[in-house]
Nanobody
């Protein structure tokens, strides 16, 4: 069973940065699109940033130009570099992994990000 473990969330000041990694196990990275979803308070979980096995990124509009997703397929780790943080980035961030060979995605347990104004 695929396991995803996030770390590196926490608190930052507005305009600051965080860089949570997600460590994946029990998968072959080259088969999976991976990424980060965010869940704002009182809202549903939505895509924030994805990255294909080949390294092509995709971003939700609110994070474009501020967040950068990257991956290391050898180490089975993805990173989300979060710059220019805003108070509205406050959310729980979930690591995500999906392959065409399995119907449902795998999820991490989530990591809280708080941004103080």
């Amino acid at each position: 069973q695929v396991q995803l473990v996030e770390s590196g969330g926490g608190s930052a000041q507005s305009g600051g940065s965080l860089s949570p990694p997600c460590a994946a196990s029990n998968l072959r990275s080259s088969d999976y699109t991976m990424g980060w979803y965010h869940q704002y308070p009182g809202k549903e979980r939505d895509m924030g940033a994805l990255i294909t096995p080949e390294g092509t990124p995709e971003y939700e509009d609110s994070v474009k130009g501020r967040f950068t997703i990257s991956r290391d397929n050898d180490q089975n780790i993805i990173h989300l570099q979060m710059n220019s943080l805003k108070p509205e980035d406050l959310a729980i961030y979930y690591c995500y992994a999906k392959t065409i060979y399995i119907r449902h995605p795998a999820w991490g347990q989530g990591t809280q990000v708080i941004v103080a104004s």
